[in-house]
């Protein structure tokens, strides 16, 4: 059973900043491809970032790259979402989601692709 756990929510002020973890346990840990996807009140949820297993490679929403860095720290089975120069815009509920894979270098940006998903930490930015 693999679960993931995300952490790292809260309010902050537009401009301000933000990181996000996210844990993925099971048998075999760090055979994940790792991503971030969220969903804003009324909309469907939609792709952030997602890295490898590697961690050598990254993917990211046009709308977040600049702002928005995904990383792990593979030791500590953990990946994180540090967000700065944050917009009201980016308000919305964030899941972390997991998939196996034997690929170090695969990265995914459809949410079917991924297996895993966490309950989701609410990211508030005031105006």
């Known amino acids: 059973q693999v679960q993931v756990v995300e952490s790292g929510g809260g309010l902050v002020q537009a401009g301000g900043s933000l990181r996000l973890s996210c844990t993925a346990s099971?048998?075999?840990?760090?055979?994940?491809?790792m991503g971030w996807f969220r969903q804003a009140p009324g909309k469907e949820r939609e792709f952030v970032a997602a890295?490898?297993?590697?961690?050598?490679?990254?993917y990211y929403a046009d709308s977040v790259k600049g702002r928005l860095t995904i990383s792990r720290d593979n030791a500590k089975n953990t990946v994180y979402l540090q967000m700065n120069s944050l917009k009201p815009e980016d308000t919305a509920v964030y899941y972390c989601a997991a998939r196996t894979t034997i690929n170090i270098y695969a990265v995914y940006s459809k949410d079917e692709m991924y297996e895993y998903w966490g309950q989701g930490t609410q990211v508030t930015v005031s105006s």
């Open positions: 099971g048998r075999t840990p760090n055979t994940y491809i």
């Open positions: 890295v490898s297993r590697s961690g050598d490679n990254t």
